[in-house]
């Protein structure tokens, strides 16, 4: 999937060392002078320790706006998930890049079963509008949500 697909969803890898929580936050002087051009769900491997006795790994989620300028900034509505190895043997995590960014959207909509499949544009709007970006939710949904994946990801997950 290298291109919009059918649901509007881009996967696209994010090449480079990547540290999610480093995202720039703008002032809002200067965020307001910037245009909203796609949300994204930047997904990188999280250090996280589990109690866990088997491998396992953790993918953090941020949930980003990327504006006019090509900065992103952070909303902190993080998400996340932590996959467990139960076969006998070394822990393989391969996953085809559609399982995975299905689990990732999953993780980043709303749970409503009156709503399935629907994102929290509210909660989103609010998350970038104390940025200092000017949008509601109403514009957030015309956007193009994009699920980013880092080298990290891609390759423990084999894609």
């Excluded at 104390?130 to 994009?146: H, M």
């Amino acid at each position: 999937m290298s291109d919009f697909d059918e649901k509007g969803f881009h996967y696209a890898p994010l090449h480079g060392e990547y540290e999610s929580g480093t995202f720039p936050v703008l002032p809002h002087k200067m965020a307001s002078n910037l245009k909203a051009m796609s949300i994204a769900a930047v997904c990188d491997m999280d250090e996280t320790l589990t109690d866990n006795l088997r491998p396992s790994i953790s993918v953090k989620i941020t949930q980003c706006i990327l504006m006019s300028d090509g900065s992103m900034i952070s909303l902190d509505l993080a998400r996340g998930f932590t996959a467990i190895s139960h076969g006998p043997g070394p822990a393989r995590w391969r996953r085809s890049s559609d399982e995975l960014i299905a689990e990732i959207l999953d993780l980043v909509r709303v749970d409503d079963p009156e709503n399935p499949g629907e994102h929290p544009w509210d909660e989103i709007a609010a998350a970038a509008q104390s940025r200092g970006i000017e949008i509601d939710a109403a514009q957030l949904k015309q956007l193009p949500y994009q699920v980013l994946l880092s080298d990290k990801v891609i390759r423990t997950f084999e894609i």
